[in-house]
């Protein structure tokens, strides 16, 4: 299967194949961050107070969940290998392990958020009206985050056998059924904030319940919980967390910085930042595409065909960051005013809307260059560099409250951030080291 593609040497020959892994994928990402969006353009026509809460409470859930992303990241890459390797009942194991691990740091983050809500909107820079506002909408969200986290192993499992229309029919279904709630909720019954955080935990309740359903269709050789089966997993789930919490601490520090700054700053990087992720998940079709390809083609022992794959996965997301970036540039005036009807906000996004932009083509290569990393289990290398990539982004937007240099400032750092990755990430792909053959990594 992968000799043909193989003797490409620019990859061009795994152009469908990525096409027909990215699409799905792509539907599948692009569902994800709707919850925020539509978050974000509902609870914004209800005032900029509202927007300031929601920002640092979909701040803070964001990081929670996302932190425990290798719980995709990791199954997918291990599902993958074995699934390349032939080993399909060995790969429904890892899956089951993948749920049970879901369920048991879904109910700790659950707990955790309940207890400890209103020192981390403090903690964020909430004030008054704004942070009570800000905790009731996080108590409430905390129901529904360990049916999120089941939603992210499916996903793994999923698409580390090949299955991405699922995932995309779950996902689409669940979103739909959230907008509806919310338009319901928060208009219909006048629940305001507090009904934007109910419509969601219903829909992921029962994205959570069908996931379960999924993962329990496909055959397995076990599917009891098993220390020595989730150990490997939780090794690569340690570096990917590390990795991923290093980002989100940036991103953190980031929305902290602006809290600081004023409501109006605060509600601006709200919107940026809300289409940032969309986007971000966006290009990360590729990177899933990488995840998938390198696996399976490393599982079946073919490292010249891996990266001949991941070669192109790189130009093509780069290309898709170039056509993000020509948009957002062409709707600088007009963007942000979808998202709230505020002058001093919208002044204050056009500020930094320059940067957001011109930030799509190095994140691109930056998403695409983790999916194939991650496919190839070098999650050692990716923990390391996001680490030293936080500590060089932490005192510029330190530096941009202390200098007055405003939101500008902190996305310029946002900026310097992605470079530095695209460096570190980009040196290791070209040395190879990465391309480790056989069933396991």
């Given amino acids: 299967m992968t000799q043909g593609p193989a003797k490409l040497p620019d990859g061009r020959g795994f152009d469908r194949e990525i096409l027909a892994l990215a699409l799905p994928a792509l539907g599948a990402l692009a569902a994800e961050p709707t919850y925020l969006l539509v978050d974000t353009a509902i609870v914004g026509h209800l005032g900029t107070p509202q927007l300031a809460a929601l920002a640092i409470a979909a701040t803070l859930l964001s990081t929670g969940i996302t932190l425990f992303n290798f719980l995709t990241y990791g199954t997918t890459a291990r599902v993958a290998r074995l699934h390349g390797a032939g080993e399909v009942a060995a790969a429904g194991r890892i899956g089951s392990q993948a749920l049970w691990i879901s369920?048991?740091?879904?109910?700790?983050?659950?707990?955790?958020?309940?207890?400890?809500?209103?020192?981390?909107?403090?903690?964020?820079?909430?004030?008054?009206?704004?942070?009570?506002?800000?905790?009731?909408?996080?108590?409430?969200?905390?129901?529904?985050?360990?049916?999120?986290?089941?939603?992210?192993?499916?996903?793994?499992?999923?698409?580390?056998?090949?299955?991405?229309?699922?995932?995309?029919?779950?996902?689409?279904?669940?979103n739909a059924a959230n907008a509806a709630l919310e338009v319901l909720f928060v208009y219909g019954f006048g629940w305001g904030l507090a009904g934007s955080a109910w419509g969601t935990v219903i829909a992921q309740a029962g994205m959570g319940l069908a996931f379960v359903y999924w993962l329990l269709r496909y055959p397995a050789d076990s599917r009891r919980?098993?220390?020595?089966?989730?150990?490997?997993?939780?090794?690569?789930?340690?570096?990917?967390?590390?990795?991923?919490?290093?980002?989100?601490?940036?991103?953190?520090?980031?929305?902290?910085?602006?809290?600081?700054?004023?409501?109006?700053s605060l509600a601006a990087h709200q919107v940026a930042f809300g289409l940032?992720?969309?986007?971000?998940?966006?290009?990360?079709?590729?990177?899933?595409?990488?995840?998938?390809?390198?696996?399976?083609?490393?599982?079946?022992?073919?490292?010249?065909?891996?990266?001949?794959?991941?070669?192109?996965?790189?130009?093509?997301?780069?290309?898709?960051?170039?056509?993000?970036?020509?948009?957002?540039?062409?709707?600088?005036?007009?963007?942000?005013?979808?998202?709230?009807?505020?002058?001093?906000?919208?002044?204050?996004?056009?500020?930094?809307?320059?940067?957001?932009?011109?930030?799509?083509?190095?994140?691109?290569?930056?998403?695409?260059l983790d999916g194939i990393l991650i496919g190839a289990g070098d999650t050692r290398f990716l923990k390391w560099s996001m680490v030293a990539a936080l500590v060089i982004f932490a005192p510029l937007a330190l530096c941009a409250l202390a200098f007055g240099l405003g939101v500008t400032g902190v996305w310029a750092a946002l900026n310097v951030l992605m470079l530095v990755r695209l460096l570190s990430c980009g040196a290791r792909f070209r040395g190879r080291r990465w391309a480790v053959v056989g069933a396991s990594a």
């Fill in 103 to 174: 369920v048991a740091l879904g109910a700790g983050l659950l707990f955790l958020i309940l207890l400890f809500a209103a020192p981390a909107v403090a903690a964020m820079g909430g004030r008054g009206e704004t942070a009570e506002m800000s905790v009731t909408y996080l108590r409430i969200s905390a129901l529904g985050v360990p049916f999120a986290m089941i939603a992210l192993a499916g996903q793994g499992f999923l698409r580390g056998v090949g299955d991405l229309k699922t995932p995309l029919v779950i996902l689409v279904a669940a």
């Fill in 225 to 264: 919980p098993n220390w020595t089966t989730m150990r490997p997993l939780l090794r690569v789930g340690g570096d990917i967390a590390v990795r991923t919490g290093a980002l989100l601490l940036s991103f953190m520090l980031a929305s902290a910085v602006v809290a600081r700054m004023g409501e109006a």
């Fill in 276 to 368: 940032f992720i969309f986007l971000a998940l966006v290009l990360d079709a590729v990177a899933i595409a990488g995840q998938i390809l390198v696996g399976r083609l490393l599982g079946a022992g073919d490292a010249a065909a891996a990266h001949a794959a991941a070669r192109r996965m790189i130009f093509w997301s780069v290309v898709v960051g170039c056509v993000f970036a020509v948009t957002l540039l062409a709707g600088t005036g007009t963007i942000p005013r979808l998202f709230t009807g505020d002058p001093e906000v919208v002044a204050k996004a056009g500020e930094l809307w320059p940067l957001f932009a011109l930030m799509q083509p190095v994140g691109a290569a930056v998403f695409a």
